[in-house]
Every structure is written in C-alpha cells, then in structure tokens.
C-alpha cells in the first residue's frame, strides 16, 4: 500500500493538472469532425491509442470494450450498409472508423482481470446486468478513446447513425460482442466544420445535493 501512496504522489508533484493548451486539446478547442484529410493513421499509432484506453476504469476492472479498427477497403464496403445515408462520406472519406463493442460475457476474463475475487456470478447467472454493466462500461471506454485521441493528436468524430443489428451480424456474428457506436478518426478538414452549438451551463445542468 505505501508503494501504492507514494506512487501516486509522485505523480502528483510532477503534473498537478493540465496547463491551458492541454486543456484546450482535450475539451474547449476540441470539434466533433464531419471531413478528414487524406493523411493515413498507421497501425502504431492505434496500438498506442489502445495502450492509453485500456486504463479506463470499468466496473470490476471488467475491460467490456471490444474494438474493431476498420482501415481497409474490404472493411468499409462491409460497414457502409449498416450506416444512416447521413454517415456513409464522413466514413468513407475517414482514415479510420472504430466499432466500439461490448462483449456481454466480459465476466469470462474476470479471473484474469480482477484476481483477488470471484464475482464471476454476479454476471454470469444475471443476463440483464452483464448486460447493462458491459453496455454502461464499453460507453466509458469509449468516451475515454476519444480523450486518448485527442491527446495523441488525432480528432475524433463520433457517430450513432447506423443499423446495430445488421453490423453486428456483418462483424460479430456468433460471438457475444454487440455494437455500442462508432468513432471517426483521423486528421480533421476544419474546413468542413460547422459553428459550435450552444452548451448549458452549470446552472442549467448541474444541481448540489
């Protein structure tokens, strides 16, 4: 445990928070793309895109989140007819599209992933809640994708515009992994941005208890 404290305390001293441009990185500056440039997004660089995601918190450590890195051509002719008309350009003209899964039956990788107890149960003989619990954490490791992203440079734009059903045929069929949503990335068209949408407020969204 005090290797754990002082752990984190050095990193701490080190990095109290982000300085304002790392702020705007990540949120204030930050756009939902429409257009992408033609400048690739190599494989390296999406092995270190997982290598930051995988330390998302997750319930149980549980890790529900399946992706699906689609780079190649064979791979969009599969995923445009599960698209919305209003998504098949921006994904085709993508340099990367990201299935973010889940796998319901996460709980399989629980003797692994939390060791120091079995709660496999808890999952296991209760549909409903591997369910919800994998639906609820794979959004999580999604919204977390999207930060280790932008931190690595790349923009993002996420979608979910498209027949869940017919994709999850077309790419998980016979598994337990179900489409979340999908994620653009890539190097943003600024060009083909539109004007940031209004925000509420603190006062207009957040309450004191």
């Known amino acids: 445990m005090n290797s754990i404290l002082e752990m984190a305390e050095g990193i701490r001293q080190r990095t109290r928070a982000l300085d304002a441009a790392g702020l705007d990185l990540l949120f204030r500056e930050a ?22 995601v995988r330390y998302a918190p997750t319930a149980v450590n549980g890790m529900p989140a399946r992706l699906v890195f689609v780079t190649s051509a064979d791979g969009k002719r599969r995923l445009q007819p599960c698209l919305n008309p209003g998504n098949v350009e921006k994904v085709l003209s993508a340099p990367v599209t990201v299935i973010i899964g889940y796998d319901a039956a996460f709980w399989e990788q629980l003797p692994m992933l939390f060791p120091h ?19 609820r954490n794979s959004s999580l490791q999604g919204a977390w994708l999207m930060l280790a992203a932008r931190a690595l ?16 045929r077309e790419f998980f069929a016979g598994t337990s992994i179900r489409s979340n949503f999908l994620c653009n990335l890539g190097y943003g068209d600024d060009s083909r941005l539109y004007p940031r949408l209004p925000r ?4 207009e969204a957040c309450t004191h208890a």
């Open 31 to 52: 756009r939902s793309h429409n257009g992408w440039l033609p400048r690739p997004v190599g494989s390296q660089l999406l092995r270190q895109l997982w290598e930051l």
């Open 117 to 135: 107890a079995d709660v496999r149960a808890m999952f296991s003989e209760n549909a409903e809640a591997a369910e919800l619990t994998a639906f």
């Open 153 to 168: 440079g790349l923009d993002c734009g996420p979608m979910s515009g498209f027949d869940s059903q017919r994709l999850d």
């Open 200 to 203: 509420l407020s603190f006062e």
